[in-house]
């Protein structure tokens, strides 16, 4: 199988995207086809394993790996103890056709862990595939989960290290102690005074200066990204699509064939356009439902087709959904122009140059007989995690409580009570602070840390605390590097870290 450019002509083979991560033209990868999988051959998913299904998705896309690497990369991700629960993405029933698919069981409790912890199996081989001996640096700039996901990922793997920017004082309590409490000899996390942007920017500069590159090639280092952009950060996301349905037939909440709904909180448009991916395969999926925060321009351009990114910018208790520039949704511009790359360039030089691009009627239509979308405040967020959790004793993190109350408002708008699985893309505990007050009211918790809310999130659930959470108490904080936010500090920042 090729891979695509969806800005032009690139044409590269699996292993070669992955370690890529963007195409020269500044396109996305994508595949040159979508491999179809038979009503049979999804039934038979029904009775194997959360690996074995990766198996067998990943090597109809992953043409240029062997069966062994696929299998071997499988289970250093997701096997071994490395998920708290043996199902890796087990489906929770929250009502008769309601369920939630729980994606947060990895060693950092959001949905990220389910690509990041195959994607530094996937890169190590693409290196070894494609000849390149240098030593793999990954660099992310991130807004919480991202980057205590790739450190998890990337720690002591041989031939890679990963250096991780975040926001000083940008990020959750939680957040920043999974960060900077990371261990491993090839791990590497700096502060930025400034914020989220401030961090993504000095990144973005850093890949593309000639001399920061010729720099860390002068050490043996060649630069690359584990942003969500990467199709090997794509691939594995596709894996949970079919295995939740694979889940309702094994327990007959839903006959082989039926369509069901997926309403996913979105932010990049990574997690939903797997979905999208899996429905192209054969996955019978009626409706992706795209779920946003209070910044919900993607709410808007399914409305109105015109993506306008000119508006302000919130802060919300979802802040991994918390983001203007949807990048993945480049993947379905793509196929809304027919694979016409150069209609893309153009809609994308629009954005940069004047803040937004229009994709007319016809293509509006096609995806809105797709996707459905909406988007929920916090007030909102914080009213579904109560009202849920009152109805179902279910705890739901504010990302999955966005989703949940997206959904709440589509059927009631549309009257379509189809079969619909919730996306849950982390840890309740990963949020106490919000959720707690959220159920409890914000009195309950004035003055208390993340550690105190949850503790009284599990005494009020029963759900224990994750042992990941736990332990964040006693863990010795091991990186305190700091440093301003141009792109010059940023730049001698990883070469200290490397030093
Ligand atoms: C990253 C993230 C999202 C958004 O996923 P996208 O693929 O960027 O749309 C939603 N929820 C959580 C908890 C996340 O970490």
Same mark, same amino acid.
């Given at each position: 199988?090729?891979?695509?450019?969806?800005?032009?002509?690139?044409?590269?083979?699996?292993?070669?995207?992955?370690?890529?991560?963007?195409?020269?033209?500044?396109?996305?990868?994508?595949?040159?086809?979508?491999?179809?999988?038979?009503?049979?051959?999804?039934?038979?998913?029904?009775?194997?394993?959360?690996?074995?299904?990766?198996?067998?998705?990943?090597?109809?896309?992953?043409?240029?790996?062997?069966?062994?690497?696929?299998?071997?990369?499988?289970?250093?991700?997701?096997?071994?103890?490395?998920?708290?629960?043996?199902?890796?993405?087990?489906?929770?029933?929250?009502?008769?056709?309601?369920?939630?698919?729980?994606?947060?069981?990895?060693?950092?409790?959001?949905?990220?862990?389910?690509?990041?912890?195959?994607?530094?199996?996937?890169?190590?081989?693409?290196?070894?595939?494609?000849?390149?001996?240098?030593?793999?640096?990954?660099?992310?700039?991130?807004?919480?989960?991202?980057?205590?996901?790739?450190?998890?990922?990337?720690?002591?793997?041989?031939?890679?290290?990963?250096?991780?920017?975040?926001?000083?004082?940008?990020?959750?309590?939680?957040?920043?102690?999974?960060?900077?409490?990371?261990?491993?000899?090839?791990?590497?996390?700096?502060?930025?005074?400034?914020?989220?942007?401030?961090?993504?920017?000095?990144?973005?500069?850093?890949?593309?200066?000639?001399?920061?590159?010729?720099?860390?090639?002068?050490?043996?280092?060649?630069?690359?990204?584990?942003?969500?952009?990467?199709?090997?950060?794509?691939?594995?996301?596709?894996?949970?699509?079919?295995?939740?349905?694979?889940?309702?037939?094994?327990?007959?909440?839903?006959?082989?064939?039926?369509?069901?709904?997926?309403?996913?909180?979105?932010?990049?448009?990574?997690?939903?356009?797997?979905?999208?991916?899996?429905?192209?395969?054969?996955?019978?999926?009626?409706?992706?439902?795209?779920?946003?925060?209070?910044?919900?321009?993607?709410?808007?351009?399914?409305?109105?087709?015109?993506?306008?990114?000119?508006?302000?910018?919130? %802060?919300?208790?979802?802040?991994?959904?918390?983001?203007?520039?949807?990048?993945?949704?480049?993947?379905?511009?793509?196929?809304?122009?027919?694979?016409?790359?150069?209609?893309?360039?153009?809609?994308?030089?629009?954005?940069?140059?004047?803040?937004?691009?229009?994709?007319?009627?016809?293509?509006?239509?096609?995806?809105?007989?797709?996707?459905?979308?909406?988007?929920?405040?916090?007030?909102?967020?914080?009213?579904?995690?109560?009202?849920?959790?009152?109805?179902?004793?279910?705890?739901?993190?504010?990302?999955?409580?966005?989703?949940?109350?997206?959904?709440?408002?589509?059927?009631? %708008?549309?009257?379509?009570?189809?079969?619909?699985?919730?996306?849950?893309?982390?840890?309740?505990?990963?949020?106490?602070?919000?959720?707690?007050?959220?159920?409890?009211?914000?009195?309950?918790?004035?003055?208390?840390?993340?550690?105190?809310?949850?503790?009284?999130?599990?005494?009020?659930?029963?759900?224990?605390?994750?042992?990941?959470?736990?332990?964040? %108490?006693?863990?010795?904080?091991?990186?305190?590097?700091?440093?301003?936010?141009?792109?010059?500090?940023?730049?001698?920042?990883? %070469?200290?870290?490397?030093?």
């Amino acid at each position: 199988m090729s891979y695509f450019s969806t800005r032009g002509n690139a044409c590269v083979t699996a292993s070669q995207a992955i370690l890529a991560g963007i195409a020269a033209d500044g396109g996305l990868y994508v595949p040159a086809m979508f491999p179809p999988f038979s009503m049979k051959d999804i039934e038979d998913m029904a009775s194997l394993s959360y690996e074995e299904r990766a198996v067998k998705v990943l090597s109809t896309y992953l043409e240029d790996y062997t069966h062994a690497e696929i299998v071997e990369s499988v289970q250093a991700a997701y096997g071994d103890g490395h998920f708290n629960d043996p199902a890796v993405a087990p489906l929770k029933r929250l009502d008769a056709n309601t369920h939630v698919l729980e994606l947060f069981h990895g060693p950092t409790l959001a949905f990220k862990d389910m690509a990041l912890q195959l994607l530094p199996q996937l890169m190590t081989r693409a290196a070894r595939k494609n000849g390149e001996n240098r030593e793999i640096a990954i660099l992310v700039a991130t807004s919480g989960d991202t980057g205590k996901a790739a450190l998890e990922g990337f720690r002591n793997v041989p031939g890679t290290s990963c250096t991780v920017f975040y926001p000083l004082d940008g990020v959750s309590e939680v957040q920043q102690l999974q960060m900077t409490t990371t261990d491993g000899n090839n791990t590497h996390v700096i502060a930025v005074r400034g914020n989220f942007d401030d961090a993504q920017t000095g990144v973005k500069q850093l890949f593309g200066s000639e001399d920061f590159i010729g720099s860390m090639d002068g050490m043996g280092r060649v630069l690359s990204s584990a942003n969500s952009i990467n199709f090997g950060r794509l691939v594995p996301q596709i894996v949970y699509y079919f295995s939740a349905y694979a889940d309702l037939i094994g327990s007959g909440a839903i006959t082989p064939g039926e369509t069901v709904n997926f309403v996913v909180p979105t932010g990049n448009f990574g997690d939903i356009l797997a979905g999208h991916y899996a429905r192209n395969m054969g996955l019978p999926i009626e409706k992706l439902i795209c779920a946003s925060n209070r910044n919900d321009v993607l709410t808007d351009f399914f409305k109105t087709g015109t993506y306008d990114v000119r508006r302000m910018f919130f %802060k919300t208790m979802s802040p991994s959904m918390d983001i203007l520039v949807s990048s993945n949704l480049e993947r379905l511009l793509y196929e809304s122009a027919d694979r016409d790359g150069s209609l893309v360039s153009v809609w994308m030089k629009q954005l940069k140059e004047s803040g937004s691009y229009s994709i007319g009627d016809q293509r509006r239509e096609w995806m809105n007989s797709v996707f459905a979308a909406g988007s929920a405040d916090d007030i909102e967020t914080a009213a579904e995690i109560r009202d849920v959790f009152s109805q179902h004793e279910y705890l739901m993190d504010p990302h999955t409580a966005v989703a949940s109350r997206v959904l709440r408002d589509y059927r009631l %708008k549309t009257g379509d009570e189809k079969t619909t699985v919730i996306v849950s893309t982390a840890s309740p505990y990963k949020f106490a602070p919000d959720v707690a007050a959220a159920i409890q009211g914000k009195s309950a918790v004035r003055n208390l840390d993340a550690f105190a809310c949850s503790e009284i999130l599990q005494s009020i659930s029963g759900l224990p605390v994750p042992p990941q959470v736990e332990k964040l %108490k006693t863990l010795p904080v091991k990186h305190d590097q700091v440093c301003d936010k141009d792109t010059q500090s940023m730049a001698d920042a990883v %070469k200290k870290a490397f030093a």
